[in-house]
């Protein structure tokens, strides 16, 4: 199943796409701009990841998921702990850090 990358960063989304080419995962890109409902609805079911940081994204989650997200993982600067209690409560399956993400990204895209 496909990774739905919703990141706006050009930094972490460079990190997403190498670690997928070479990994052979599938990964999807949300169109910027678009709600996060709207994005899986368009591509297809699979799993979310999004930038918690992003405006409008923690409140989409409930949304994407009856679109099709089997799975949202989420991540956010360390010292955003009030998104993280938002995200954890809106249905976020996993929240991580920035670091926890670099770290466990393989894993993730394995998954899929």
Same mark, same amino acid.
């Given at each position: 199943?496909?990774?739905?990358?919703?990141?706006?960063?050009?930094?972490?989304?460079?990190?997403?796409?190498?670690?997928?080419?070479?990994?052979?995962?599938?990964?999807?890109?949300? +169109?910027?701009?678009?709600?996060?409902?709207? %994005?899986? *609805?368009?591509? $297809?079911?699979?799993? !979310?990841?999004?930038? =918690? /940081?992003? +405006?409008?994204?923690?409140?989409?989650?409930? %949304?994407? *998921?009856?679109? $099709?997200?089997?799975? !949202?993982?989420?991540? =956010? /600067?360390?010292?955003?702990?009030?998104?993280?209690?938002? %995200?954890?409560?809106?249905?976020?399956?996993?929240?991580?850090?920035?670091?926890?993400?670099?770290?466990?990204?393989?894993?993730?895209?394995?998954?899929?």
């Amino acid at each position: 199943m496909p990774v739905i990358v919703a990141v706006r960063d050009l930094v972490f989304r460079s990190k997403i796409f190498a670690a997928a080419e070479r990994l052979g995962a599938e990964v999807r890109l949300a +169109p910027r701009g678009t709600p996060l409902h709207e %994005a899986v *609805r368009t591509l $297809g079911p699979g799993t !979310v990841l999004a930038d =918690l /940081g992003e +405006p409008g994204v923690v409140a989409d989650v409930p %949304a994407a *998921r009856q679109a $099709g997200a089997t799975r !949202v993982i989420g991540f =956010l /600067g360390h010292l955003q702990t009030d998104l993280m209690d938002q %995200a954890t409560a809106a249905g976020v399956d996993e929240v991580l850090t920035r670091g926890q993400l670099v770290q466990r990204l393989d894993g993730i895209l394995r998954e899929g």
